[in-house]
């Protein structure tokens, strides 16, 4: 049963206090006897409030000098993108991971703008850059995804652009704790002040204006503007709002964006189903004031803060992940064209997919919950879409090479408004 206040405005004793969870995340010391205050990598990154002592300077610090350990191990040896949302523990967090990299000598692509950047965006760049240089570059993302606004969160990706499997997030995750046990004070330990950083040490990069110009690889921008749906784009206040911004300049969209204003208490939500503020856009009462509106619209889609999930919204209501994701599968591999293609699903998915696989004589690849088990396919081009019943996906370009290798909540937008452009 929903909470009483599941779908209504968040009440103003429920928004965050940034100044008092930004000073915690400097002031807090981890209580290293606890092991719920040591670093610990669930399915994508490690996640944790600055109040509690679970998410703090000497986390990302520690966690970020393990990764700089690691990285040569792992295949980088180039320059590391890094990318953040709109989280308020996100840029205290990126001025401590651009520390410990400049103390490292390990070169940040960051953007060139000084602007949030999503998840598929970070994606798509490690694997944008890989293509054209032998020195393969990896990534950090600073997210906790769809979690509350007192939330921090900072995860790994790999040379192959996707979420660093159990092996190496095990072993981020056991160096972090020495150092951080170590309170970051040992030999190895390297940081420099921000203010002391040299310039080469940061590489602007124009992480917005490249994803943006590429879309046409992925997805047919052009049906959609000649069909031109109407479509409301819920941004969520998210990392990729200004991304939905310059789509709709660049390829000419019917598009009515909201809540594209930078709000770290994210005060414009609705509450979750347990009464909770969080930003899942795979939720129908986080999407409520959309659903309200979609009378006006052909469509409506929203993304959480990192941009790695997606909400779709239709007259009837809130398509579920599952769905969508059959829905996506059938279209794709019906107008793609590709060839000797899977598809990906989780354990927990529905077995929707399985059926229509069955018919389309489509192999299906099952894998446990977690993203980082679709990179690898997806990176070889094994299967042509993945997804998870939590409304992560992502999928190939037209001609059935690479996009992204974690999760794209853009593109799966930019496909039901391509499905609304082409079938109807």
């Not at 986080?286 to 052909?298: L, P, T, Y």
């Not at 997804?387 to 909540?409: H, M, N, R």
């Amino acid at each position: 049963m929903a909470h009483a206040l599941a779908g209504k405005p968040v009440q103003e004793q429920d928004i965050i206090d940034v100044q008092t969870i930004v000073d915690a995340y400097f002031d807090n010391v981890p209580d290293m006897t606890n092991p719920t205050q040591l670093v610990s990598f669930g399915t994508s990154g490690h996640r944790g409030t600055s109040v509690d002592g679970t998410f703090t300077d000497l986390h990302v610090a520690a966690i970020t000098q393990a990764i700089c350990d690691g990285r040569k191990q792992f295949g980088a040896t180039g320059p590391i993108f890094v990318g953040q949302d709109t989280h308020a523990l996100s840029q205290p967090a990126l001025v401590t991971v651009l520390e410990v990299l400049a103390g490292n000598g390990v070169t940040a692509m960051v953007d060139c703008d000084m602007a949030f950047v999503p998840t598929p965006s970070v994606s798509r760049a490690i694997i944008r850059y890989n293509e054209e240089h032998d020195d393969k570059a990896d990534g950090i993302i600073i997210t906790p995804s769809h979690n509350p606004p007192d939330n921090g969160g900072i995860k790994y990706n790999t040379i192959i652009g996707g979420p660093a499997d159990t092996v190496v997030t095990k072993w981020i995750e056991m160096r972090a704790n020495e150092y951080l046990t170590a309170y970051c004070e040992s030999e190895d330990f390297k940081r420099i002040s921000i203010d002391n950083i040299e310039p080469t040490a940061q590489v602007p990069y124009d992480y917005k204006g490249l994803y943006v110009e590429e879309l046409g690889d992925v997805i047919n921008m052009e049906a959609i503007k000649a069909a031109g749906p109407k479509v409301l784009v819920d941004t969520l206040g998210g990392s990729g709002a200004s991304y939905w911004n310059a789509i709709k300049e660049r390829y000419g969209l019917d598009l009515t964006i909201i809540h594209d204003d930078y709000d770290p208490t994210f005060s414009f939500m609705t509450y979750d189903h347990d009464g909770k503020v969080r930003m899942d856009c795979s939720s129908t009462y986080v999407m409520a004031s959309v659903i309200n509106r979609i009378g006006d619209f052909d469509l409506a889609v929203g993304n959480d803060p990192d941009y790695d999930r997606y909400g779709i919204v239709v007259s009837s209501g809130l398509i579920s992940a599952n769905t969508f994701l059959t829905l996506a599968a059938r279209y794709l591999f019906t107008t793609r064209g590709w060839k000797n293609k899977g598809v990906g699903k989780t354990v927990v998915c529905t077995t929707m997919i399985d059926k229509w696989a069955a018919d389309a004589e489509t192999p299906v690849f099952e894998v446990p919950v977690g993203f980082k088990y679709f990179s690898q396919l997806l990176f070889d081009g094994a299967i042509g879409i993945g997804g998870e019943e939590s409304a992560g996906a992502s999928f190939l370009k037209k001609d059935g090479t690479v996009w992204t290798t974690d999760k794209d909540g853009m593109i799966m937008a930019l496909l039901s408004m391509e499905i609304m452009a082409v079938m109807g």
